[in-house]
Structure formats: structure tokens, C-alpha cells
């Protein structure tokens, strides 16, 4: 008895987790489909380049907004900032110099 009541909870459980997971699923496409109605062409153009080979109604927004933050924000990493900060002032050495 303790049995059935624990496998129909299960089951109940899957059901419900399911339905949460469509509704989820549903949410996602609409906010995504606003998204992109509601950006600018330009931007649109941008996230078309970004996600060149598929077509942004194909692609889920997170990934659409990991796209976009990566452009928008490039990872830097400190040895080339090193790098350059070295170079500026090698040249303003150069020109102080002369």
C-alpha cells in the first residue's frame, strides 16, 4: 500500500514537473520573440552576424544573450593588457627622449 502511494506521488511529481517544464518553454519563446520585435534593426543585424550560420528565431535568448554579452564585452586577459600598457610606454619614452 505504502508502495502505490509512493509511485502515483512519482508519478504525480513527473506530471506536474513536466507541465512546469512546457510552460517554462513557452515563456522563453514569447520573451524571445518580444526581444526581437522589440530591438532595432540594427541590432537585429548584429544579432543575425553573431549567430551567422542560424537565424535568431532558431537560437534560445540565453544563448542570444551570452552572443551579444561576449561581444559587447570581450574577455581581456591581463597579459595582453600588460602587453599594451608596456607598449604606450615605451612609445611615450621614445617620444620624451627624442
Request: proline share 4%; net charge positive.
Amino acid at each position: 500500500m505504502f508502495f502505490s502511494f509512493l509511485v502515483n506521488n512519482i508519478v504525480e511529481v513527473a506530471v506536474n514537473l513536466e507541465e512546469q517544464i512546457a510552460a517554462r518553454k513557452a515563456a522563453s519563446e514569447r520573451n524571445k520573440v518580444i526581444f526581437l520585435s522589440e530591438v532595432g534593426p540594427e541590432t537585429y543585424l548584429v544579432i543575425s552576424n553573431l549567430v551567422a550560420p542560424a537565424k535568431p528565431k532558431d537560437i534560445v535568448l540565453e544563448q542570444i544573450f551570452k552572443k551579444l554579452n561576449s561581444h559587447f564585452n570581450p574577455y581581456v586577459s591581463v597579459g595582453n593588457l600588460r602587453k599594451f600598457s608596456l607598449r604606450k610606454k615605451r612609445s611615450n619614452c621614445w617620444r620624451i627622449c627624442e
